[in-house]
């Protein structure tokens, strides 16, 4: 359907604005402010979630990479980080079997305590439409849940754009999880956020080049230019002193 280009101009606008706010958002986050994952939930759900999404509504036949599907497999044969071949050494009871399945982020502790976490992606996966790719799961646990739900849930519900009196289950188990001592909803959000940051970059190359009519996938993103450069990131101080990463996973028992 066409639109005016009034309107197109207005959505490209609110668009810039809202990845402006996350930019913001986390810049304050890797400054210590770890609340801010507050309103950056309620920008992702703007991005992401609305009927239609923002992001659809600018792009509206977008498609993104797909998650690294979380699948079980044996503990024994498991490797938990890309590229080390660490194996898990575990021990179960006689008799009984176990699976393990790693959900599809790493989380990178810093020196001074910052934690971050990124989504990771399905080596040569396909391509998703942006509604089929927000319903992609993101966990398993504490709960199953998908990319919108968890998006929704700390947006609706836990101060990103509404406070409910009654939390639902999904919140209230991310909340308590923390494999890191930061909760998994503040990690999964940053995550979501880091990638929309990105997506932020390579739009902003996109404009400048080509203009409101160009195409994301003609954007050959520059790591020199002032989008990339200025954006939010984590000083080069913490990211040359040590660090901790951890992976989710969940263990499961054959019946």
Not at 40 to 68: E, H, M, T, Y
């Amino acid at each position: 359907m066409s639109i005016s280009d009034a309107l197109r101009q207005r959505r490209h606008k609110e668009l810039f604005a809202c990845l402006r706010v996350i930019d913001s958002c986390l810049a304050a986050y890797y400054a210590g402010a770890q609340h801010m994952y507050r309103p950056l939930a309620g920008q992702l759900r703007i991005l992401l979630c609305d009927k239609p999404a923002l992001l659809s509504r600018v792009f509206p036949n977008l498609k993104l990479n797909a998650l690294r599907p979380i699948e079980w497999v044996d503990p024994n044969g498991a490797t938990v980080f890309d590229g080390l071949q660490l194996r898990l050494a575990t021990e179960r009871p006689p008799g009984e079997e176990y699976r393990l399945a790693r959900m599809p982020f790493l989380v990178v502790e810093f020196e001074n305590g910052l934690q971050i976490a990124d989504l990771q992606w399905q080596p040569s996966g396909p391509l998703l439409p942006l509604e089929e790719w927000m319903d992609q799961r993101l966990t398993l646990f504490p709960s199953e849940l998908s990319l919108r739900e968890m998006v929704r849930s700390v947006a609706d519900k836990d101060g990103g754009a509404h406070v409910d009196d009654d939390i639902n289950e999904a919140l209230r188990a991310m909340q308590s999880t923390a494999p890191a001592q930061v909760g998994v909803h503040v990690l999964f959000t940053v995550a979501i956020g880091r990638f929309a940051q990105a997506f932020g970059v390579r739009y902003a190359q996109l404009v400048e080049r080509f203009g409101l009519r160009g195409r994301l996938q003609d954007v050959v993103v520059d790591p020199e230019h002032p989008s990339a450069k200025n954006a939010a990131k984590v000083s080069e101080e913490l990211l040359a002193a040590g660090r901790a990463e951890y992976v989710l996973t969940v263990w499961n028992r054959r019946r």
